[in-house]
């Protein structure tokens, strides 16, 4: 009885037995009860670290492969965290109903201003909003759209030959390529999106834009993901990040920017200044002219925003890798020539619909984009309240799971030899085979939050290729060469030097 009635004092007087005896337990309790049946690591059932650790490491998609080919389609990557490694699951984690909400992965993602949470579709996991901002950008991330758009990229990609002549000269000495495709893609989006960019290619990043976005949109975000608690300690903490970056938002610089360049925009359509195609903030604009409560400022700037944010670094990779891997294996590079050059007949200015209209070009994306996925790790969702099966497993609501490309792209059974650069595994005879590796590639995500810039980054991709090789003849500078690569949020390579000649046959279109 005595010990009952000492019981509050005596408590009190052990509270870091108490407190330990708590963690302890809720860690057995996350180690044995819900999870249980996921095979893993023992250390990962207990901590999410050795994650932390390999995504720190810039290797997240190395051992999320190696955990994969031991345990199988199922792995316990952390105490509540489960890796999904099935192509065939893909359709049930991420479609159109919106069940497996985004996980608290995306909180470091998130930006906040006066009004709030800023209302980017890549971080929204309220249904109506999402619903809302995907709609009302909908036409403006069309294909159709994109495509009026094209004397717009037409007129940066002639640029960057100019620049590229310029070094490389007719004695065709090295360039860093890797390096002017991302000041290419930012020029590119700016353009798409405002009607004028702003010249990263001659005069370089003097807010340091690019940088910001590597370091917070790439690096940060993938590791604090992973313990997204941490975020309000360090990025989300205003205290720490104006003592960090100098202000309150670490992006507030881009988003001041797209915010400026719609203004900007703005007074042009008064000052009736604007001409040419109509570009996506034109197009927002005409919309919110005709509907103004179909979005609203604050809308239309986060559009433009995102534009920035998600549409520039995931290109230029995807870019890298196919122009590393078509000059690093010679039968490629053959073949994709005679493609273009003898049999399509292409020339500058390559138009879109010419250059989508070939089977080997599209072929080399596709296989481009599954083996090098430019985004690193899982795209993480929080198993909705009642619970589901993956793989025939149950696994319980509130738990994250989530595919990476990665794990997904380099699946043995679905594309043998993954390691292998070999876009004729999307030209196979069977075509149901080849309809499932295209359900598999996963590089754009898939459902309800699949990437809205899709259409405008193929746009760029499949023309910029085209045109490089109606324009120049490639080859690596080392021959030898590789591209080292960090894998975090994106997967920005370095390395890819290359010399180039210009094909005089096309040298007076430019
Ligand atoms: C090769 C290029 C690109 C790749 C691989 C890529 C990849 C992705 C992925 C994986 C997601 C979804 C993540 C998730 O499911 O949680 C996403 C979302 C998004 N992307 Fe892209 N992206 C690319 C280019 C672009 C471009 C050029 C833009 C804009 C101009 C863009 C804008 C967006 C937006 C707004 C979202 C959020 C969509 C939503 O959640 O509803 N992306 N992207």
Same mark, same amino acid.
């Given at each position: 009885?005595?010990?009952?009635?000492?019981?509050?004092?005596?408590?009190?007087?052990?509270?870091?037995?108490?407190?330990?005896?708590?963690?302890?337990?809720?860690?057995?309790?996350?180690?044995?009860?819900?999870?249980?049946?996921?095979?893993?690591?023992?250390?990962?059932?207990?901590?999410?670290?050795?994650?932390?650790?390999?995504?720190?490491?810039?290797?997240?998609?190395?051992?999320?492969?190696?955990?994969?080919?031991?345990?199988?389609?199922?792995?316990? +990557?952390?105490?509540?965290?489960?890796?999904? !490694? $099935?192509?065939? #699951? %893909?359709?049930?984690?991420?479609?159109?109903?919106? /069940? =497996?909400?985004?996980?608290?992965?995306?909180?470091?993602?998130?930006?906040?201003?006066?009004?709030?949470?800023?209302?980017?579709?890549?971080?929204?996991?309220?249904?109506?909003?999402?619903?809302?901002?995907?709609?009302?950008?909908?036409?403006?991330?069309?294909?159709?759209?994109?495509?009026?758009?094209?004397?717009?990229?037409?007129?940066?990609?002639?640029?960057?030959?100019?620049?590229?002549?310029?070094?490389?000269?007719?004695?065709?000495?090295?360039?860093?390529?890797?390096?002017?495709?991302?000041?290419?893609?930012?020029?590119?989006?700016?353009?798409?999106?405002?009607?004028?960019?702003?010249?990263?290619?001659?005069?370089?990043?003097?807010?340091?834009? +690019?940088?910001?976005?590597?370091?917070?949109? !790439? $690096?940060?975000? #993938? %590791?604090?993901?992973?313990?997204?608690?941490?975020? /309000? =300690?360090?990025?989300?903490?205003?205290?720490?990040?104006?003592?960090?970056?100098?202000?309150?938002?670490?992006?507030?610089?881009?988003?001041?920017?797209?915010?400026?360049?719609?203004?900007?925009?703005?007074?042009?359509?008064?000052?009736?200044?604007?001409?040419?195609?109509?570009?996506?903030?034109?197009?927002?604009?005409?919309?919110?002219?005709?509907?103004?409560?179909?979005?609203?400022?604050?809308?239309?700037?986060?559009?433009?925003?995102?534009?920035?944010?998600?549409?520039?670094?995931?290109?230029?990779?995807?870019?890298?890798?196919?122009?590393?891997?078509?000059?690093?294996?010679?039968?490629?590079?053959?073949?994709?020539?005679?493609?273009?050059?003898?049999?399509?007949?292409?020339?500058?200015?390559?138009?879109?619909?010419? #250059?989508?209209?070939?089977?080997?070009?599209?072929?080399?994306?596709?296989?481009?984009?599954?083996?090098?996925?430019?985004?690193?790790?899982?795209?993480?969702?929080?198993?909705?309240?009642?619970?589901?099966?993956?793989?025939?497993?149950?696994?319980?609501?509130?738990?994250?799971?989530?595919?990476?490309?990665?794990?997904?792209?380099?699946?043995?059974?679905?594309?043998?030899?993954?390691?292998?650069?070999?876009?004729?595994?999307?030209?196979?005879?069977?075509?149901?085979?080849?309809?499932?590796?295209?359900?598999?590639?996963?590089?754009?995500?898939?459902?309800?939050?699949?990437?809205?810039?899709?259409?405008?980054?193929?746009?760029?991709?499949?023309?910029?290729?085209?045109?490089?090789?109606?324009?120049?003849?490639?080859?690596?500078?080392?021959?030898?060469?590789?591209?080292?690569?960090?894998?975090?949020?994106?997967?920005?390579?370095?390395?890819?030097?290359?010399?180039?000649?210009?094909?005089?046959?096309?040298?007076?279109?430019?």
């Amino acid at each position: 009885m005595a010990i009952f009635t000492n019981t509050p004092s005596w408590l009190l007087g052990h509270w870091p037995l108490l407190v330990l005896g708590i963690i302890v337990t809720s860690v057995l309790a996350k180690r044995y009860l819900a999870l249980r049946n996921i095979p893993g690591p023992f250390i990962a059932s207990l901590t999410r670290l050795p994650r932390v650790i390999a995504v720190l490491g810039g290797r997240p998609h190395e051992w999320d492969l190696k955990l994969h080919r031991k345990y199988g389609h199922l792995v316990r +990557m952390g105490p509540d965290l489960v890796s999904v !490694g $099935d192509p065939a #699951a %893909i359709n049930v984690i991420y479609n159109a109903s919106d /069940k =497996f909400q985004k996980s608290p992965f995306y909180v470091p993602f998130m930006i906040y201003d006066e009004e709030g949470l800023l209302p980017d579709p890549l971080v929204l996991s309220d249904k109506t909003m999402h619903t809302r901002m995907k709609k009302n950008a909908y036409s403006a991330y069309s294909m159709g759209s994109m495509l009026q758009l094209e004397p717009l990229v037409d007129a940066v990609t002639a640029r960057l030959f100019k620049s590229l002549d310029e070094i490389s000269g007719t004695a065709g000495h090295a360039c860093d390529l890797g390096q002017w495709l991302r000041l290419y893609v930012t020029d590119v989006i700016f353009a798409v999106t405002f009607g004028e960019d702003m010249d990263f290619m001659q005069k370089g990043d003097p807010i340091g834009m +690019m940088s910001m976005l590597e370091y917070i949109a !790439g $690096d940060y975000v #993938a %590791i604090v993901g992973q313990i997204p608690w941490l975020h /309000k =300690f360090l990025l989300g903490n205003g205290l720490v990040t104006s003592l960090v970056v100098g202000r309150n938002s670490p992006d507030g610089a881009v988003l001041d920017l797209a915010r400026a360049q719609v203004a900007r925009f703005r007074e042009k359509v008064s000052a009736q200044e604007v001409s040419g195609p109509c570009t996506f903030v034109q197009r927002l604009l005409e919309q919110q002219q005709k509907d103004p409560s179909s979005i609203t400022d604050r809308e239309l700037i986060t559009h433009a925003f995102g534009n920035i944010t998600a549409g520039a670094d995931t290109t230029a990779i995807a870019m890298r890798t196919i122009i590393f891997n078509v000059v690093k294996h010679p039968d490629i590079y053959h073949r994709l020539c005679r493609e273009i050059r003898d049999e399509a007949k292409l020339s500058l200015p390559v138009s879109y619909a010419d #250059a989508n209209a070939l089977r080997y070009l599209d072929a080399v994306i596709k296989e481009a984009l599954r083996i090098h996925p430019p985004n690193g790790v899982m795209y993480g969702r929080t198993v909705p309240a009642e619970g589901a099966t993956i793989c025939g497993q149950y696994i319980p609501g509130g738990v994250e799971v989530g595919i990476s490309p990665w794990v997904v792209h380099y699946d043995l059974e679905l594309f043998p030899e993954p390691e292998k650069f070999q876009p004729e595994r999307w030209l196979a005879d069977d075509s149901s085979l080849v309809a499932r590796r295209r359900r598999a590639l996963f590089a754009f995500s898939a459902g309800s939050h699949t990437c809205l810039g899709k259409n405008i980054s193929l746009m760029e991709i499949t023309k910029l290729v085209a045109s490089f090789l109606v324009r120049y003849d490639i080859a690596l500078d080392d021959p030898g060469a590789t591209l080292a690569f960090k894998c975090r949020w994106f997967t920005p390579q370095k390395g890819l030097v290359v010399t180039l000649v210009g094909r005089e046959s096309q040298e007076e279109v430019l």
